[in-house]
C-alpha cells in the first residue's frame, strides 16, 4: 500500500531524511516512531505530496507521489501534527467544505460527515466554531477530515499530541476500531500508545530508519533482559549457580553479600541475559537443590521505552564514546 | 473545477462571516453616501449634464480607497493566513489541484469585490427620482464604467493572492498590494511627465500611456467606451498574475 526506497530529503544544506525505506501491507497498523526532529514528519510530508523528495522513489497505493501527486493525495487522509483549522466555520461546515474539497458526491457528503463525526466522536460539537472548540475537540476535528472521504490509507501525525490521558485514550480506541477498514501509518514518539495500537513499528533516527519489525519481536531480539536473585548464601556460591545458566551474560554478573561478618549473610546478584532467554526456572531448580533459601527472583523484560533509547541516543552516545576514545588513542603522542 | 468551485464557496462564507469584510462595506456606504449626496447637490445647483454624474463619482475619497486599499485588504489572508496557521498543509495535501484552488480565492475575492460595488448601482438609480435629478441617468456609461473598475478590481485582486502567496505575514501582502496599487495609480502619469527627451524613443512614452490606468479610465471606459486593448490589458495582468500565484504554491512540490 504504501512503498518507500532509498527516500532522501534535503532542506538546504541539511539532510532531514536519508535513505529511508519501509514497505506497508494492506490492513497493516504501523507505527512510525522516533524522536523531535528524526526525519518522521519530513517522510510523511513526502508521502502526502506536501514536500517532494530530493531522491528515492515513495509510492502510495501504486502511483508515485511525485507524477501522480493526485491520484496520491484521493487515496489518502492526513491529519497533521499541528492540526489547521478555520476558526470562523462550524464543525459541520467545515467537515462538509473538506468533504466536497475531497470530491464526495454532493448526495453522499451529508451521511460522509455524519459518519466522520461519529467516528471522531465530535458529533455534540457539530454546531460550534471550530475556533470554540478544546485543543482535544479539534484534534479529533482533524481525524474527522482524514475520515471524511474514507480513503484506503490513513497518515497520522502525532495524533495524541497535547491531549489528556482520557483524549489520548479515546484517540488510541478510535484508531484500533479504524484499523479493520483502513491501513493507517500512526506517527509518534509515545511509545506506550504505539505498542497498543501499531501491530509493527518503524523506528527513525537521524533520518535513517533504526529498526522496523513487531514491538515484542524488536524488544526481545534487540535488548538483553536482567536477572536479579537474592538468596542467603555467600556470593561466591551465588556467582557460582548463576555462571553456569544458559542465557546469561557472564561479564555483567554484579554480586554483594549484605551482613557477612554475622555469618548469614544475604547475597544480591544482578546480571545481564542473551536476547529471548529465561533462565529461571532452572536458576530455582539449582538453588533448591543447593539447600539455599531464596528472598527473590525477578526476570526484568525490556521495554519498547529501553529499546528505543537504546538504537536511538543510546547508540549517539555509545558512538560519540567510540570517538572519543579513538581521538584519544590517536592523539598527539 | 469541482476544486475552484468548492473553494469559491468556503471563500464567500469566510468573506461573509469576517468581520473586516462588513467593516469596509459600512464604511464604504457611509462615506459614499454624503459625498454622493454633496455630489448631487451640486449637480443639481448649476445644471450640469445629470449623465457625466457617475463619471465625477470617480475622484471621490470612497472610490480612491475602494480602489486603492480594499483589494490588499480582502486578499491579504488569501494564501498567508493558511501559511500562518498551518492549513495550507491540508490544503496542499487534498485531491485538489493548485490552479483550482488560486482560481478559487481569486474568483471569491472578486465576486465579493463586485458585491460590495453593486448596490452603488442603486444609488445612481435613486438619483433619478424627481427629488432629485428627474431625469434619466444614461447608464450605458454606467455599465462601461464599472465593468472597467471590476477589471482594474480583478487585477489588482490576482496580484494580491500573488503577494499573499509569497509572505506568512497578512499585513505585509496587504502593504505589498497597497504599494503595488499605488505605484499603478500614480506612476505612468507621473513618470510620463518627467521623462523629458528620453520619452521620445523606445516607445516609452507610447507604453506609459498604455498603463496608465486612471488616465484611461477616463478617455475610455468613463465615456461608455470598452477599449479592447484596455481590456485584454486587465485580462493579461489577470492571467499573469494568477499564473504567479500557482507558481509560487506549486514550487513547494518542485523544489
Given at each position: 500500500?504504501?512503498?518507500?526506497v532509498?527516500?532522501?530529503?534535503?532542506?538546504?544544506?541539511?539532510?532531514?531524511?536519508?535513505?529511508?525505506?519501509?514497505?506497508?501491507?494492506?490492513?497493516?497498523?504501523?507505527?512510525?516512531?522516533?524522536?523531535?526532529?528524526?526525519?518522521?514528519?519530513?517522510?510523511?510530508?513526502?508521502?502526502?505530496?506536501?514536500?517532494?523528495?530530493?531522491?528515492?522513489?515513495?509510492?502510495?497505493?501504486?502511483?508515485?507521489?511525485?507524477?501522480?501527486?493526485l491520484?496520491?493525495?484521493?487515496?489518502?487522509?492526513?491529519?497533521?501534527?499541528?492540526?489547521?483549522?478555520?476558526?470562523?466555520?462550524?464543525?459541520?461546515?467545515?467537515?462538509?467544505?473538506?468533504?466536497?474539497?475531497?470530491?464526495?458526491?454532493?448526495?453522499?457528503?451529508?451521511a460522509?460527515?455524519?459518519?466522520?463525526?461519529?467516528?471522531?466522536?465530535?458529533?455534540d460539537?457539530?454546531?460550534?466554531?471550530?475556533?470554540?472548540?478544546?485543543?482535544?475537540?479539534?484534534?479529533?476535528?482533524?481525524?474527522?477530515?482524514?475520515?471524511?472521504?474514507?480513503?484506503?490509507?490513513?497518515?497520522?501525525?502525532?495524533?495524541?499530541?497535547?491531549?489528556?490521558?482520557?483524549?489520548?485514550?479515546?484517540?488510541?480506541?478510535?484508531?484500533?476500531?479504524?484499523?479493520?477498514?483502513?491501513?493507517?501509518?500512526?506517527?509518534?514518539?509515545?511509545?506506550?500508545?504505539?505498542?497498543?495500537?501499531?501491530?509493527?513499528?518503524?523506528?527513525?533516527?537521524?533520518?535513517?530508519?533504526?529498526?522496523?519489525?513487531?514491538?515484542?519481536?524488536?524488544?526481545?531480539?534487540?535488548?538483553?533482559?536482567?536477572?536479579?536473585?537474592?538468596?542467603?548464601?555467600?556470593?561466591?556460591?551465588?556467582?557460582?549457580?548463576?555462571?553456569?545458566?544458559?542465557?546469561?551474560?557472564?561479564?555483567?554478573?554484579?554480586?554483594?553479600?549484605?551482613?557477612?561478618a554475622?555469618?548469614?549473610?544475604?547475597?544480591t546478584?544482578?546480571?545481564?541475559?542473551?536476547?529471548?532467554?529465561?533462565?529461571?526456572?532452572e536458576?530455582?531448580?539449582?538453588?533448591?537443590?543447593?539447600?539455599?533459601?531464596?528472598?527473590?527472583?525477578?526476570?526484568e523484560?525490556?521495554?519498547?521505552?529501553?529499546?528505543?533509547?537504546?538504537?536511538?541516543?543510546?547508540?549517539?552516545?555509545?558512538?560519540?564514546?567510540?570517538?572519543?576514545?579513538?581521538?584519544?588513542?590517536?592523539?598527539?603522542? | 473545477?469541482?476544486?475552484?468551485?468548492?473553494?469559491?464557496?468556503k471563500?464567500?462564507?469566510?468573506?461573509?462571516?469576517?468581520?473586516?469584510?462588513?467593516?469596509?462595506?459600512?464604511?464604504?456606504?457611509?462615506?459614499?453616501?454624503?459625498?454622493?449626496?454633496?455630489?448631487?447637490?451640486?449637480?443639481?445647483?448649476?445644471?450640469?449634464?445629470?449623465?457625466?454624474?457617475?463619471?465625477?463619482?470617480y475622484?471621490?475619497?470612497?472610490?480612491?480607497?475602494?480602489?486603492?486599499?480594499?483589494?490588499?485588504?480582502?486578499?491579504?489572508?488569501?494564501?498567508?493566513?493558511?501559511?500562518?496557521?498551518?492549513?495550507i498543509?491540508?490544503?496542499?495535501t487534498?485531491?485538489?489541484?493548485?490552479?483550482?484552488?488560486?482560481?478559487?480565492?481569486?474568483?471569491?475575492?472578486?465576486?465579493?469585490?463586485?458585491?460590495?460595488?453593486l448596490?452603488?448601482?442603486?444609488?445612481?438609480?435613486?438619483l433619478?427620482?424627481?427629488?432629485?435629478?428627474?431625469?434619466?441617468?444614461?447608464?450605458?456609461?454606467?455599465?462601461?464604467?464599472?465593468?472597467?473598475?471590476?477589471?482594474?478590481?480583478?487585477?489588482?485582486?490576482?496580484?494580491?493572492?500573488?503577494?499573499?502567496?509569497?509572505?506568512?505575514?497578512?499585513?505585509?501582502?496587504?502593504?505589498?498590494?497597497?504599494?503595488?496599487?499605488?505605484?499603478?495609480?500614480?506612476?505612468?502619469?507621473?513618470?510620463?511627465?518627467?521623462?523629458?527627451?528620453?520619452?521620445?524613443?523606445?516607445?516609452?512614452?507610447?507604453?506609459?500611456?498604455?498603463?496608465?490606468?486612471?488616465?484611461?479610465?477616463?478617455?475610455?471606459?468613463?465615456?461608455?467606451?470598452?477599449?479592447?486593448?484596455?481590456?485584454?490589458?486587465f485580462?493579461?495582468?489577470?492571467?499573469?498574475?494568477?499564473?504567479?500565484?500557482?507558481?509560487?504554491?506549486?514550487?513547494?512540490?518542485?523544489?
Open positions: 500500500m504504501i512503498r518507500v532509498d527516500l532522501h530529503k534535503r532542506f538546504g544544506p541539511t539532510l532531514a531524511v536519508r535513505g529511508v525505506s519501509f514497505e506497508i501491507q494492506p490492513g497493516e497498523v504501523v507505527g512510525f516512531l522516533g524522536p523531535n526532529g528524526a526525519g518522521k514528519t519530513t517522510t510523511i510530508r513526502v508521502l502526502t505530496g506536501y514536500h517532494p523528495a530530493t531522491s528515492g522513489l515513495a509510492e502510495v497505493a501504486g502511483c508515485d507521489v511525485r507524477r501522480q501527486s491520484e496520491v493525495r484521493r487515496h489518502i487522509g492526513y491529519l497533521p501534527q499541528e492540526v489547521p483549522i478555520y476558526p470562523d466555520l462550524r464543525v459541520v461546515e467545515f467537515l462538509r467544505y473538506r468533504a466536497a474539497l475531497k470530491g464526495v458526491p454532493r448526495r453522499d457528503r451529508k460522509a460527515v455524519e459518519r466522520a463525526m461519529a467516528k471522531a466522536g465530535i458529533a460539537v457539530a454546531r460550534k466554531l471550530v475556533g470554540h472548540v478544546s485543543h482535544g475537540y479539534r484534534q479529533r476535528v482533524g481525524l474527522a477530515d482524514a475520515l471524511v472521504a474514507n480513503p484506503p490509507i490513513l497518515i497520522l501525525d502525532e495524533p495524541t499530541s497535547g491531549l489528556d490521558p482520557n483524549q489520548r485514550r479515546r484517540v488510541k480506541q478510535v484508531v484500533r476500531e479504524l484499523s479493520a477498514e483502513h491501513t493507517i501509518l500512526f506517527s509518534s514518539h509515545i511509545l506506550g500508545e504505539v505498542q497498543d495500537v501499531c501491530s509493527r513499528v518503524i523506528v527513525i533516527h537521524r533520518g535513517t530508519v533504526r529498526a522496523d519489525g513487531r514491538p515484542d519481536e524488536l524488544v526481545a531480539g534487540g535488548t538483553r533482559a536482567r536477572l536479579s536473585v537474592r538468596a542467603r548464601c555467600p556470593a561466591e556460591l551465588l556467582r557460582e549457580i548463576v555462571t553456569v545458566l544458559a542465557g546469561v551474560v557472564a561479564d555483567t554478573i554484579d554480586v554483594a553479600e549484605d551482613d557477612a554475622a555469618g548469614h549473610g544475604v547475597a546478584l544482578r546480571c545481564e541475559l542473551e536476547p529471548s532467554s529465561d533462565p529461571s526456572e536458576l530455582g531448580t539449582r538453588l533448591q537443590q543447593a539447600a539455599v533459601p531464596v528472598y527473590g527472583l525477578e526476570v523484560r525490556p521495554t519498547l521505552e529501553e529499546y528505543f533509547y537504546a538504537i536511538t541516543d543510546g547508540a549517539d552516545q555509545r558512538e560519540e564514546l567510540a570517538l572519543a576514545a579513538a581521538a584519544t588513542e590517536g592523539g598527539p603522542r | 473545477m469541482n476544486g475552484a468551485l468548492v473553494t469559491l464557496k471563500e464567500l462564507l469566510s468573506y461573509a462571516v469576517s468581520p473586516v469584510s462588513w467593516i469596509i462595506a459600512v464604511l464604504f456606504y457611509f462615506v459614499r453616501g454624503f459625498e454622493l449626496s454633496d455630489l448631487a447637490l451640486v449637480f443639481a445647483v448649476y445644471r450640469a449634464d445629470p449623465d457625466m454624474f457617475p463619471a465625477a463619482t475622484g471621490n475619497f470612497s472610490t480612491n480607497v475602494m480602489v486603492m486599499l480594499v483589494p490588499g485588504i480582502l486578499t491579504m489572508r488569501c494564501f498567508a493566513e493558511e501559511r500562518r496557521t498551518g492549513s498543509e491540508t490544503l496542499m487534498a485531491p485538489v489541484t493548485d490552479f483550482a484552488v488560486v482560481f478559487g480565492k481569486w474568483l471569491a475575492a472578486a465576486l465579493f469585490y463586485a458585491i460590495l460595488w448596490p452603488s448601482v442603486l444609488v445612481l438609480h435613486v433619478e427620482y424627481p427629488a432629485y435629478f428627474d431625469v434619466d441617468i444614461a447608464f450605458g456609461p454606467v455599465f462601461s464604467a464599472y465593468l472597467g473598475m471590476f477589471l482594474l478590481a480583478g487585477f489588482l485582486l490576482a496580484f494580491g493572492c500573488f503577494a499573499s502567496s509569497l509572505t506568512d505575514n497578512t499585513m505585509l501582502a496587504a502593504i505589498l498590494t497597497i504599494l503595488f496599487d499605488g505605484v499603478l495609480m500614480k506612476a505612468p502619469s507621473w513618470l510620463a511627465t518627467r521623462i523629458g527627451d528620453w520619452g521620445d524613443g523606445w516607445y516609452a512614452r507610447e507604453l506609459l500611456a498604455k498603463i496608465d490606468v486612471m488616465g484611461n479610465f477616463s478617455t475610455w471606459f468613463a465615456r461608455g467606451l470598452i477599449d479592447t486593448s484596455q481590456v485584454a490589458f485580462l493579461g495582468g489577470i492571467a499573469f498574475f494568477l499564473f504567479l500565484t500557482w507558481i509560487s504554491l506549486t514550487s513547494r512540490r518542485l523544489a
